[in-house]
């Protein structure tokens, strides 16, 4: 939502400033536009046929820093994808009778479109939610869980977040004299030899936090399960619904841990550790991807119209003849 509405004000502006141009007929303003919209368009060309090289030199960087999976290859996925996109749109190498080929050409066109707008509508998104102060009168502390480094070390990922989340503690504790409940959130994996909640609660506690402020749920396995088994944990040590209350988690993830909090109706924000820089182009992939598959009906009805249009048109092809 807070993309769309950004988009909208930015398309807005550009609208508006078009306007001024019109009505005071000043050259100056009209070279201003100019250029800008020139920049977008430079911007958005360099992006979309060269942004391959930047995918395919971060995959290099990811394999040789993380285990070779599927996750840790979404960067190469991405970088073959574009490859793909740029063929497409540069040569256009679709070779079928005219209405077939309008059908696939408007399906593809109208898919690229789309996925390019979703993305840059969930980056704009995670920009904007990351830019959340928050006051420091909290009650709990929520920090999400990531696996455990060989089955029962907190790694570095996971240590931006307690981390994160201890320098709130200490600020809030300073500057407010509040006291705040640090409640550490994570299962236990098939891999794990302990609770991700348990682990994370030991490095708190060597990094200075006392014991008696600290909260373990050790049941979760997902983000949503982090929320609800976490509320749980508030309403047993006694706090409710109305208690003061924030999340922590990497950059990356705040926005779709935020939708899950707001879906389950808990009134929280959440506030983002930092991710090194070479991991977090595999990081915006897989939120990407996970926020697609939360709004897949949304999703699944846009590519079905698309088709549908997409289909509309090759069939004219039939109906009406090009001569």
């Known amino acids: ?120 509508n969930t980056m704009l998104s995670m920009i904007l939610y990351h830019w959340y102060f928050p006051k420091r009168d909290k009650d709990y502390i929520i920090v999400l869980g990531a696996g455990l480094v060989d089955g029962y070390k907190v790694g570095k990922l996971l240590g931006n977040r307690i981390n994160t989340a201890i320098d709130f503690y200490h600020r809030q504790l300073k500057e407010t004299h509040k006291r705040a409940k640090l ?16 682990a994370m609660k030991q490095y708190a506690v060597a990094h200075g936090v006392p014991e008696a402020d600290t909260l373990v749920e050790g049941r979760s396995v ?20 109305r208690s003061k209350k924030i999340f922590v988690t990497n950059n ?5 841990a935020g939708i899950l909090a707001h879906q389950l109706k808990i009134a929280i924000y959440g506030l983002g550790a930092p991710t090194p ?17 939360m709004h897949k009906r949304f999703h699944t009805i846009m590519i079905i119209l698309m088709f549908l249009i997409s289909l509309g048109i090759g069939i004219s092809q039939v109906l009406i003849p090009v001569s």
């Open 1 to 120: 939502m807070l993309g769309w509405l950004a988009n909208l004000s930015m398309i807005s502006i550009l609208f508006l400033f078009a306007d001024l141009i019109s009505i005071f007929n000043n050259w100056v303003l009209g070279v201003i536009f100019g250029l800008v919209m020139m920049l977008i368009g430079l911007i958005l060309f360099l992006g979309l046929s060269l942004s391959f090289i930047f995918l395919f030199a971060n995959s290099f960087i990811v394999f040789r820093r993380e285990s070779h999976s599927l996750s840790s290859s979404l960067t190469l996925i991405a970088g073959i994808g574009i490859i793909l996109v740029d063929i497409f749109i540069f040569f256009n190498p679709i070779s079928a009778p005219a209405p077939v080929k309008m059908f696939l050409t408007s399906f593809l066109t109208m898919i690229i479109f789309y996925v390019l707008l979703t993305v840059w």
């Open 183 to 198: 409640i550490f959130s994570g299962g236990q994996g098939s891999d794990e030899k302990l609770p991700e909640g348990e």
């Open 222 to 241: 997902n983000t949503r399960q982090n929320m609800q088994f976490s509320e749980q944990i508030i309403e047993q040590d006694g706090g409710s619904a």
């Open 252 to 256: 990356y993830h705040t926005l779709r």
């Open 277 to 293: 820089f070479y991991f977090l182009p595999n990081a915006v992939i897989r939120e990407y991807l996970a926020l697609f598959v």
